[in-house]
């Protein structure tokens, strides 16, 4: 019994914590510890219970739910998984809310009779287990280095100071011929404001991300990365030619496939086809892709994320090209799933943490 784990229930609506409260009471891992109606009354809740994970609505009155985020790790630092709705403010206010430390979260669908939904249910439980496992994991700060501290206090300050100029084009320096793929998943969008914003813009390599999402919340995610970032970063596009200097984030209901041209130029093909391991976008899906094209000078990375999306497209791509892999090391993933399953196949190159990852891409570039 003393496993099981304790969950505060945060929602401004009486339906929706019932709702919510329903769906923990019947998974006997867990159990509600208490409620609250806005983020003011759950700081003093989160004081009082003690709970080992938040399920935390964004909008609400008194105190909305990022404003609680800010304010979270001085009272406790807890996981938190955000109710989030399938809006454009909506997948705006998430990525903001992943940025402050939460763990993931749960897209609230159109009809909030439909939370209720077998799907929902098992996402939610699967994903409020998985935060309250991990402890204070999600909420933990990392350190860069001193220059890539100041590079990054550098753009968020340009960021704020032009805005109007954020989701420009900044650089590019022509057709790419190297490529480097990314894989990610629980932890992700965190974890690739480690990376993205510290690969300067005049690399000689394009990049292609897999971000397990839903549709509409990679757009915002991407646009974000791309304020903070000297290289482009943009929602992929059916037909997007890979580029130098520019990331390409595969959107939340389309697999990414890398095809190429009879010139060696790489493009983006967007497939609406099943899911693949559960996922789509998948990240084995762009890994096996990549193995069909001629030879290019090829770096794999796979970072925090549950399951093993990405290691059998790796293994396909190891075996038929020269690639360099890389896999987050576990003390700095939030969830140390899809790195794990990589380095355990035995193909991995380096075991890199997070903070250093941009660093060793940076370093193979220069010498592939």
Same mark, same amino acid.
Request: hydrophobic share 40%; net charge neutral; proline share 5%.
């Given at each position: 019994? =003393?496993?099981?784990?304790?969950?505060?229930?945060? #929602? &401004?609506?009486?339906?929706?914590?019932?709702?919510?409260?329903?769906?923990?009471?019947?998974?006997?891992?867990?159990?509600?510890?208490?409620?609250?109606?806005?983020?003011?009354?759950?700081?003093?809740?989160?004081?009082?219970?003690?709970? &080992?994970?938040?399920?935390?609505?964004?909008?609400?009155?008194?105190?909305?739910?990022?404003?609680?985020?800010?304010?979270?790790?001085?009272?406790?630092?807890?996981?938190?998984?955000?109710?989030?709705?399938?809006?454009?403010?909506?997948?705006?206010?998430?990525?903001?809310?992943?940025?402050?430390?939460?763990?993931?979260?749960?897209?609230?669908?159109?009809?909030?009779?439909?939370?209720?939904?077998?799907?929902?249910?098992?996402?939610?439980?699967?994903?409020?287990? *998985? /935060?309250?496992?991990?402890?204070?994991?999600?909420?933990?700060?990392?350190?860069?280095?001193?220059?890539?501290?100041?590079?990054?206090?550098?753009?968020?300050? #340009?960021?704020?100071?032009?805005?109007?100029? /954020?989701?420009?084009?900044?650089?590019?320096? =022509?057709?790419?011929?190297? $490529?480097?793929?990314?894989?990610?998943?629980?932890?992700?969008?965190?974890? $690739?404001?480690?990376?993205?914003?510290?690969?300067?813009?005049?690399?000689?390599?394009?990049?292609?991300?897999?971000?397990?999402?839903?549709?509409?919340?990679?757009?915002?995610?991407?646009?974000?990365?791309?304020? $903070?970032?000297?290289?482009?970063?943009?929602? /992929?596009?059916?037909?997007?030619?890979?580029?130098?200097?520019?990331?390409?984030?595969?959107?939340?209901?389309?697999?990414?496939?890398?095809?190429?041209?009879? #010139?060696?130029?790489?493009?983006?093909?967007?497939?609406?086809?099943?899911?693949?391991?559960?996922?789509?976008?998948?990240?084995?899906?762009?890994?096996?892709?990549?193995?069909?094209?001629?030879?290019?000078? *090829?770096?794999?990375?796979?970072?925090?994320?549950?399951? /093993?999306?990405?290691?059998?497209? *790796?293994?396909?791509?190891?075996?038929?090209?020269?690639?360099?892999?890389?896999?987050? &090391?576990?003390?700095?993933?939030?969830?140390?799933?899809?790195?794990?399953?990589?380095?355990?196949?035995?193909?991995?190159?380096?075991?890199?943490? *997070? &903070?250093?990852?941009?660093?060793?891409?940076?370093?193979?570039?220069?010498?592939?």
């Amino acid at each position: 019994m =003393g496993n099981i784990k304790k969950v505060l229930v945060v #929602d &401004d609506s009486a339906f929706m914590r019932r709702v919510i409260g329903d769906i923990i009471k019947d998974d006997p891992r867990c159990e509600v510890v208490g409620t609250a109606s806005n983020g003011k009354e759950a700081l003093e809740r989160v004081k009082e219970l003690q709970p &080992d994970v938040i399920s935390l609505d964004i909008q609400m009155p008194v105190m909305d739910g990022l404003s609680m985020l800010k304010q979270l790790n001085g009272v406790r630092p807890t996981p938190v998984v955000m109710m989030s709705t399938l809006t454009k403010e909506g997948a705006t206010e998430t990525i903001e809310a992943l940025e402050l430390g939460a763990f993931d979260f749960v897209a609230k669908p159109d009809n909030i009779f439909k939370v209720n939904s077998e799907e929902i249910r098992a996402e939610l439980m699967e994903k409020l287990y *998985l /935060a309250a496992q991990s402890g204070s994991k999600s909420t933990r700060k990392f350190k860069p280095s001193i220059s890539k501290t100041m590079h990054h206090r550098t753009r968020l300050t #340009d960021v704020r100071r032009s805005s109007s100029t /954020a989701g420009g084009e900044k650089s590019s320096s =022509g057709v790419a011929k190297k $490529l480097v793929a990314i894989g990610t998943s629980t932890g992700g969008p965190r974890a $690739l404001q480690y990376v993205l914003p510290y690969l300067p813009g005049d690399m000689d390599a394009g990049v292609v991300v897999v971000q397990h999402m839903p549709p509409g919340f990679t757009k915002s995610l991407a646009e974000r990365l791309n304020q $903070l970032s000297d290289i482009n970063v943009k929602e /992929a596009e059916d037909g997007d030619r890979i580029d130098n200097g520019w990331a390409y984030i595969a959107p939340g209901d389309r697999h990414l496939n890398v095809k190429e041209r009879s #010139d060696g130029t790489m493009y983006i093909e967007l497939t609406d086809g099943p899911t693949v391991g559960g996922h789509k976008p998948a990240v084995n899906v762009m890994m096996t892709s990549i193995a069909k094209i001629r030879q290019k000078k *090829l770096i794999g990375v796979i970072m925090t994320g549950m399951g /093993a999306d990405g290691t059998d497209g *790796l293994k396909e791509l190891h075996s038929k090209k020269d690639i360099h892999i890389i896999a987050q &090391d576990e003390a700095s993933c939030v969830v140390y799933g899809m790195p794990k399953a990589l380095v355990e196949s035995g193909i991995t190159d380096e075991i890199v943490p *997070l &903070d250093r990852i941009s660093e060793s891409i940076t370093k193979k570039l220069e010498v592939l």
